[in-house]
């Protein structure tokens, strides 16, 4: 157990759909990573955020969103939802914004 | 742009016969080097970090290298337990972690 929790753990919902992610890092972890992780495409790295502020941003597409809260949770939100954003989306956490990052065990979206 | 490659794309070994993950890289500013289990429907479960070349850790059967350019896991007698998707990351100078697409490693009993 890597200390990482995310929910849900699967979803099925409709094209056009829009859900939301959670994530609660490790105790004491201020940054706060999320992946999409597809057959075909591996681990994408999708945005990472610091202390409640974005850090770094990668191939995350407009539909997508995400935030850091004060008590430093996280969420995804993925609106108009397409069948192409299948796929397991992960959050990781980390001490500093340099060290080694832990992953949970995803959420499994599938767009029907 | 940061790329990592990762060979071969899989791998099938009998128990007990040793070898070796490649990992190469170009990254503006290594910061770090990881390498992650993965089994099916699971996240990934870290491993090592190395940090400069030169440097080499070690777990189990498990033994990771790092030079400039690539970073090797060497497997050293695996059982069928050891059956997994090995991926390498690295981290640069603005804090993405970029992954590999993983070698997929089967060991057969």
């Known amino acids: 157990d890597s200390g990482v929790t995310q929910t849900p753990k699967h979803l099925i919902t409709a094209t056009g759909q829009r859900v939301t992610l959670r994530c609660s890092p490790r105790s004491g972890d201020l940054s706060v990573y999320w992946y999409q992780q597809s057959l075909d495409q591996g681990l994408q790295f999708l945005i990472q955020y610091y202390n409640g502020e974005e850090r770094a941003k990668g191939n995350i597409l407009e539909r997508f969103s995400a935030q850091q809260f004060p008590d430093l949770h996280s969420e995804l939100n993925l609106s108009s939802l397409e069948l192409g954003d299948s796929a397991l989306y992960f959050c990781a956490s980390s001490e500093t914004r340099g060290n080694t990052i832990y992953f949970g065990e995803g959420s499994w979206l599938t767009v029907v | ?109």
């Not at chain 2, 289990?37 to 070690?58: C, H, I, N, V, W």
């Open chain 2, 1 to 109: 742009e940061d790329q990592v490659t990762q060979s071969p794309e899989a791998l099938r070994l009998q128990e007990g016969e040793s070898s070796s993950l490649n990992c190469s890289y170009t990254v503006s500013g290594l910061r770090g080097l990881f390498w992650y289990r993965q089994d099916p429907g699971k996240g990934p479960e870290f491993l090592f970090t190395l940090y400069s070349a030169g440097e080499e850790k070690e777990k189990e059967r498990l033994k990771a290298t790092l030079t400039k350019k690539e970073s090797f896991l060497h497997i050293t007698a695996p059982k069928p337990e050891d059956s997994a998707t090995y991926l390498c990351a690295v981290k640069d100078r603005d804090d993405k972690i970029i992954f590999g697409k993983g070698t997929r490693l089967h060991i057969l009993p």
